[in-house]
């Protein structure tokens, strides 16, 4: 489709194991962005690639969390050793433009994911 | 599957005046809410308003007020006596009723607001 493609859909994995998040944004686009949504919150900013540059990591809670995108395209947002308070819905957003300042997100339907 | 449509890409106002940001919706459901959020430089996702479909009153929060017409699945945002910290980037979303966080946004609209 012509719209953010994040996989899986549903995640649920155990206490301690690692989770590795795809986000596909749209073809073109050169800014992506990672949020995270907790029950009942808005969403919370994460980081963002302009390209292949990470610009902004600031929103990473701690160091298990990490965001990649290697080629400027798909991303990967990794949780290594999770813990139950990661559990959250995770979207991706992609704009047209660098920064995003003057162009629209797209956001992906997430990925909600429950850590048991 | 819902959808969520912002037509204006981009809206700028003068301060200490008015503008009406616009958003429709398209859903099969009775039981939903709405939600306007504000994206500033920080891009941290700040909720201004929120509005439950089931009640008929339009949400108000001090500057920021809603027109929600739930026949024509329309809820714009007005905000009065525009202030330059109001610049930022404008988001509707959409979420089903008891349906855990999964919330559909709008493409967003650029709001500036000029001195």
């Known amino acids: 489709g012509a719209g953010v493609s994040q996989s899986p859909r549903y995640k649920v994995t155990k206490r301690g194991q690692d989770v590795a998040l795809r986000c596909d944004p749209i073809s073109g686009h050169v800014s992506l962005y990672w949020y995270r949504q907790a029950l009942g919150q808005g969403p919370e900013f994460l980081t963002y690639?302009?390209?292949?540059?990470?610009?902004?990591k600031s929103g990473l809670p701690n160091d298990r969390f990490s965001a990649e995108r290697p080629e400027g395209s798909i991303s990967t947002l990794t949780i290594q050793r999770t813990e139950q308070r990661d559990s959250a819905m995770y979207r991706c957003?992609?704009?047209?433009?660098?920064?995003?300042?003057?162009?629209?997100?797209?956001f992906g339907n997430g990925t909600r994911l429950t850590v048991t | 599957a819902q959808t969520v449509t912002q037509s204006q890409p981009e809206m700028s106002v003068q301060e200490a005046e008015t503008v009406t940001l616009s958003c429709t919706y398209d859903?099969?459901?009775?039981?939903?809410?709405l939600f306007w959020y504000k994206q500033p430089p920080s891009r941290q996702m700040i909720l201004v308003i929120r509005q439950e479909a089931y009640k008929q009153q339009n949400a108000t929060e001090n500057r920021f007020s809603v027109n929600f017409q739930k026949a024509a699945k329309s809820f714009s945002l007005k905000i009065s006596d525009s202030q330059l910290g109001d610049t930022a980037m404008y988001f509707c979303?959409?979420?089903?009723?008891?349906?855990?966080?999964?919330?559909?946004f709008g493409a967003g609209t650029r709001l500036t607001v000029k001195p």
């Open positions: 979303a959409f979420m089903k009723q008891n349906n855990n966080n999964d919330m559909r």
């Open positions: 690639f302009n390209y292949e540059a990470q610009q902004d």
């Open positions: 957003a992609s704009s047209l433009e660098a920064g995003g300042d003057n162009s629209p997100l797209h």
């Open positions: 859903t099969s459901e009775n039981n939903y809410y």
